[in-house]
C-alpha cells in the first residue's frame, strides 16, 4: 500500500518492509561483532522502539541481555531545563557494555538529558543504535553510534511509531505526505 491515512492526516510510504528488515540485519550483525564476548545489556526505549528492539534482538546471535524502560521527562525546579527519569530501569550498569535501542533520534534532546542518568552508573561503555536518525534536526550534542537510515526532518508513522496512538502495526515506515 503506497498511501495511506492515519488520523486525519496521508502518508506515502517511504521504507518498505524488506529495506527495514535488510537494515535490521546489518546492524545486528555489526553489533554481534562489536559485542561478542562482552555479554551487552541493550536498554529499549518504549514504546517506540519495541518493534526494532524485538526484530534487532532476535537477530544478535551472541549472549546479550535486554530490558525495557520508559522516558518520562518534566521541566526542573528551578530553570535548569528538562530532567529525564527512567521507569523500570533496575539493572546495575556498572562495569556493563550498554547499548540504548532507539527507534527515531530527532533533536537529540531526550538522549542528551538522559545520557548522563546512565554514566553516573559507570558502565564500561554506553552507545546508541537507532533505527532512524534525522541528523539535520538534530540540535543537542549526540553521537548516533549506529544509525539505521538517515532521513530528512519529516513526520514519519509506522514499524513502532505513531502518530497520536495510531500506526504502530505497520510493517513499513510512512512519511507525511507533502500534500497534506
Ligand atoms: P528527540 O528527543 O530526539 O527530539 O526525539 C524524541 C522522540 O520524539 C522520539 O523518540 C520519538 O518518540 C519522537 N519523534 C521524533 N520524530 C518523530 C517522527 O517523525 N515520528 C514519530 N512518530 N515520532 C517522532
Ligand atoms: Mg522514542
Known sequence: MARIS?????FDVYLSEEEIQGKVRELAARLALDYKDKKPLFIAILNGSFMFASDIFKHLNIDAEICFIKLASYKGMRSTGNVVTAIGLDQDLYNRDVVIIEDIVDTGKTLFHFLPKLQHQQPASLKIVSLLHKKEATIFDLTVDYVGFTIPDKFVVGYGLDYDG????LKEIYQLSAAT
Open 6 to 10: 492515519v488520523h486525519d492526516k496521508e
Open 166 to 169: 495510531l500506526g504502530r502495526n
